[in-house]
């Protein structure tokens, strides 16, 4: 019989609704020694928090989170707010003796980033941030082809995330829904949201950045700001587009955009080898792109793989070979993988402090685009 992880969630937007079904999911595919318990979700409004708890099967309901905190009954701290509250929740949850499970990006910045680590470390809690695609199977099989040197030397890597739904001049920044466009709020724009994403796998798959040079774009300069009624200007970006140097030698390009008409989440990376190749894309996540150029020339060509069988990595776990799982699952085997690690006292990655450098390569991205120079990340390579 498995042990109780009882669990405090904090926000209960999009990453609410994905993570309260991983953690309903994860005991019914994976063997654990400890199920997650739904023991409360923390929310401002009560009404619209009972009403959640009611859906997902969350036995209580805090409004201030500090109070959840406080619980002795609470284990776990799910960090699933806008970036702005990340820091001072991680930092009092640490205090309180929590594990914390932390949204992506760990922070505003590094050194709220910096500062984070410390209280978890010092107050030697588990801690892991949801950057959920390592654990989407493609992904996974990925980096398992890469460590295993199929590739070889790796000269390029090459990642995009493009969306389209702030374009309009009408839309408002800041609140519900629209944070995003808040940089008090988010931090940043695209840099922090979906770069983050590209930099956590290129820097797992590919090893550290050491340099970068970049430019951001804020098309639109003014919006309506939805906690102040004012017209106020965009802090920011909208687009952003950057080079770097890994600390193996490869190159690599970076660019993403709420400015592409006609994409929603496209997100795909690319990874040339000296001896084969590799592309995935988010929107049709459950296959992997493979070159070899070892391959008999007569037959040599991109391989379509498709990551369904039991060999392939989470999958002996699903349905049959030939029937594949979504995004969704991607939150289900963090949730496995993050059990699995406090079971066996092994943290699951990424952890605050691994985090920690996406943050420092995103802020050197920033400084960059801001002083039109190649910037050093300070980052481990
Ligand atoms: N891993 C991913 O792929 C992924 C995807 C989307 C968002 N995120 C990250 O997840 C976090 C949340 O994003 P989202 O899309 O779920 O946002 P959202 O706007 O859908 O939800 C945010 C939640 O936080 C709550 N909240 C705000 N202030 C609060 C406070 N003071 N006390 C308690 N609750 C408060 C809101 O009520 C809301 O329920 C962000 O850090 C975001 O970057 C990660």
Redesign the pocket.
């Given at each position: 019989m498995a042990k109780p992880l009882n669990i405090g969630m904090?926000?209960?937007?999009?990453?609410?609704r994905a993570h309260s079904n991983a953690y309903c999911t994860v005991g019914n595919f994976f063997e654990l020694e400890y199920q997650p318990v739904l023991k409360a979700v923390?929310?401002?409004?009560e009404g619209r928090a009972k009403a959640f708890a009611d859906n997902w099967g969350y036995e209580s309901v805090e409004t201030d989170?500090r109070t959840l905190i406080e619980r002795d009954d609470i284990d776990a701290i799910d960090i699933?707010?806008?970036?702005n509250?990340?820091k001072e929740i991680a930092v009092a949850a640490a205090a309180a003796g929590k594990m914390i499970l932390c949204?992506?990006?760990l922070s505003m910045n590094a050194d709220e980033g910096e500062e984070m680590c410390r209280a978890v470390e010092s107050a030697g809690v588990a801690n892991m941030v949801?950057?959920?695609y390592r654990r989407v199977p493609a992904v996974t099989l990925a980096k398992n082809l890469i460590d295993e040197g199929r590739l070889g030397k790796i000269f390029h890597y090459r990642a995009v995330f493009l969306q389209d739904w702030t374009i309009s001049t009408d839309l408002a920044q800041g609140g519900?829904?629209l944070?995003r466009l808040d940089v008090d709020a988010a931090g940043s724009g695209v840099t922090g949201?979906l770069l983050a994403?590209c930099i956590d796998t290129a820097l797992w798959l590919n090893g550290g950045i050491s340099q970068v040079s970049a430019m951001t774009e804020t098309f639109i300069k003014e919006r309506m700001h939805n906690l102040t009624g004012k017209v106020e200007k965009v802090g920011i970006d909208d687009a952003c587009a950057f080079l770097a140097r890994f600390g193996n030698g490869s190159l690599a390009t970076f660019e993403s955009t709420r400015y592409a008409r006609g994409h929603k989440a496209l997100y795909t990376f690319e990874i040339n080898g000296e001896n084969a190749s590799i592309s995935w894309d988010l929107h049709d996540l459950h296959r992997l792109q493979y070159f070899d150029h070892g391959d008999d020339s007569i037959v040599r060509g991109w391989r379509s793989v498709h990551v369904t069988d039991g060999d392939m990595p989470y999958m002996d776990k699903w349905w049959v070979p030939g029937l594949q799982i979504g995004y969704e699952h991607s939150f289900v085997h963090q949730v496995a993988d993050f059990i699995e690690g406090i079971t066996k006292g092994e943290p699951a990655r990424p952890t605050f402090r691994d985090a920690l450098e996406t943050q420092k390569v995103c802020d050197a991205v920033l400084d960059s685009a801001r002083t039109g120079q190649w910037t050093d990340t300070g980052a481990a390579i």
């Open positions: 904090i926000g209960y937007g999009f990453m609410g923390c929310a401002r409004d989170w699933c707010t806008p970036n509250l990340h949204e992506k990006p949801w950057y959920n519900e829904g944070w949201d994403h």
